[in-house]
């Protein structure tokens, strides 16, 4: 994995700014990472959009689950990828064309892709690459 270095002030403005994220991969098991991240989020205020196929159409965290992104009939701010590093480009390719207004793609702990980082860099969206939002939250603005 790389370790990739992003500057706390760019990580500010991603939290500040995406207040509609989609959480791919979202598990509806409480000990899971991404269900973790997912209540967390919502619990500082953003507006979390759960997208898991296997669980489309229940409600967890008080939002019925998409199957996929082209299922999602709002505007998303930020796509945050619970998923392995090769499913990483078609996401990638389906978040771009369905939220034209995109701000960040936000990949996981251990999640990264080069090809897809630097499609979605060309198309104006900024990339954060094996890093979780639930991790920098914390240490930004809860003193971790």
Partial sequence: ????????????????QC???????FSA????PSHRVASYLQERGH????INPGL???VHLGS?????LADVTRSVDMID????????PQIVDAALSCFPKLNTIWMQLGVEHAQAAQKASAWGVTVVQ???????YARLYDGL
């Fill in 1 to 16: 994995m790389t370790d990739f270095h992003y500057g706390d002030q760019l990580l500010r403005d991603v939290l500040l």
């Fill in 19 to 25: 207040r509609v994220i989609a959480v791919v991969g």
């Fill in 29 to 32: 098991k409480p000990e899971r």
């Fill in 47 to 50: 507006d979390v959009v759960l």
């Fill in 56 to 58: 489309a159409g229940q």
């Fill in 64 to 68: 019925v689950v998409y199957g996929s």
């Fill in 81 to 88: 990828i619970f998923r392995r590093s090769d499913a990483v």
């Fill in 130 to 136: 094996n890093r979780c939002p639930k991790i920098e």
